[in-house]
Each structure stands twice: as structure tokens, then as C-alpha cells.
T-cell receptor
Framework: GAVVSQHPSRVICKSGTSVKIECRSLDFQATTMFWYRQFPKQSLMLMATSNEGSKATYEQGVEKDKFLINHASLTLSTLTVTSAHPEDSSFYIC???????????????FGPGTRLTVT | SQKIEQNSEALNIQEGKTATLTCNYTNYSPAYLQWYRQDPGRGPVFLLLIRENEKEKRKERLKVTFDTTLKQSLFHITASQPADSATYLCALDKAGNNRKLIWGLGTSLAVNP
């Protein structure tokens, strides 16, 4: 149980275009999902917290107009990188908590990640 | 500022030995501490969670200790196997409405056959 999927796993796009990444909780519902980015040999950096039915909460220094987050249902959150530039190339990972489970615990379940390369 | 430190250097051990990884933190009072495993090019996988009022937690060959006085957690893998080779991340969780995890850089473990 507690499986999170991400799509696509890899994407290459040209500078100036937009890319959408989907994050789905497959066997549980999540009111909250998290979006991270990770550069090589660095730790996870939280970009934003995605809340179902409301606006995302962005971390300091993350441009909300550039990284658009939509959490339209309890099983789906999307991250759109708008007008992508080479410096946006990174590994993007989403995670979710199973907030409705009885005896709920606070671990996060991560997707497999999306490798974005902007040329 | 809040800081989490994990063994910065890679840990190399022989198969069958016990691997011990360290997570130290400062300027923080976590309600929970979590350990994750991350393989190259993959998202982290949850391993164990320990609460501030727990001293030790076990799961199969894994053991986590949590010393809130020392502000330290130790993560042990007994009877280590080459398949245990990965990066292990420590994350702190503060109870409350803002449920963000604070992440360490991770420690790379290599178990040699």
C-alpha cells in the first residue's frame, strides 16, 4: 500500500516552454502533497506544500508564478514549470501523507521522481 | 538556525557487519524523527519513524535510537547486505499545523561483498 506515482519519469524540453508533472496517490487519499527538488549530491529541498482544494504554500525563494501547483483532487497534484530555463533542470519529487488512515502516522510516501532537462 | 548533520563521508563496510549512521541536530525540538532510504535516481523510501518519547525502534534488521538530550539519532543495519547500499536520509518533524520535514544531506552506505 501507500504508492505514489509520478509522470513523466523523464522529460526534456526546450527553454521557454512549460512542463507539467503529475503526482498521484494510487491507493490512498492525501489532503496534502509536497513538492521537492533535488540537485546532485544535495538534500531534498521543499518547494511547496500542495493542499487539496486550496492554494499551495510556497517556501521562501520559490516563485509561485513559475512553479504552478494544482491539487484538484485527493489523489492528484500537478506541478507546472512555466517558461522553463536550463537552471530549472533538476530532479523533482513529490510526496504525500496518508492523512485518512486509522492510526495515522507521519511518514511521507514519495513518488519515483521526474528528471527534468531544459535545453 | 536549524541544522541537521549526517556523516558527510561515505560509509564502507563489509557484508555481515553492522552499519551505524548518525544524525545530529541543533536548534530544533522535533516531535518525530524519520529515516528514509534513497537509491540513485529514485525518490526516498520511508523506513522508520521514532517519536520524541521513544528511545528505540526496531524493524527487522533495522534499529533506530533517539536521544533528545544529545540531540542525536543513530540508525543501525545489522547483518548488512550489498542490497543495503544506498543513501540514508534523516528527517525531523515538528508537530503542529506546519508539518514540513527538515532533511539532512544523507549518508552514503556501501556494503561490500
Amino acid at each position: 500500500g501507500a504508492v505514489v506515482s509520478q509522470h513523466p519519469s523523464r522529460v526534456i524540453c526546450k527553454s521557454g516552454t512549460s512542463v507539467k508533472i503529475e503526482c498521484r496517490s494510487l491507493d490512498f487519499q492525501a489532503t496534502t502533497m509536497f513538492w521537492y527538488r533535488q540537485f546532485p549530491k544535495q538534500s531534498l529541498m521543499l518547494m511547496a506544500t500542495s493542499n487539496e482544494g486550496s492554494k499551495a504554500t510556497y517556501e521562501q525563494g520559490v516563485e509561485k508564478d513559475k512553479f504552478l501547483i494544482n491539487h484538484a483532487s485527493l489523489t492528484l497534484s500537478t506541478l507546472t514549470v512555466t517558461s522553463a530555463h536550463p537552471e530549472d533542470s533538476s530532479f523533482y519529487i513529490c510526496s504525500a501523507r496518508d492523512t485518512f488512515r486509522v492510526g495515522f502516522s507521519y511518514e511521507q510516501y514519495f513518488g519515483p521522481g521526474t528528471r527534468l532537462t531544459v535545453t | 538556525s536549524q541544522k541537521i548533520e549526517q556523516n558527510s563521508e561515505a560509509l564502507n563496510i563489509q557484508e555481515g557487519k553492522t552499519a551505524t549512521l548518525t544524525c545530529n541536530y541543533t536548534n530544533y525540538s522535533p516531535a518525530y524523527l524519520q529515516w528514509y532510504r534513497q537509491d540513485p535516481g529514485r525518490g526516498p523510501v520511508f523506513l522508520l519513524l521514532i517519536r520524541e518519547n521513544e528511545k528505540e525502534k526496531r524493524k527487522e534488521r533495522l534499529k533506530v535510537t533517539f536521544d533528545t538530550t544529545l540531540k542525536q539519532s543513530l540508525f543501525h543495519i545489522t547483518a548488512s547486505q550489498p542490497a543495503d547500499s544506498a543513501t540514508y536520509l534523516c528527517a525531523l518533524d515538528k508537530a503542529g499545523n506546519n508539518r514540513k520535514l527538515i532533511w539532512g544531506l544523507g549518508t552514503s552506505l556501501a556494503v561490500n561483498p
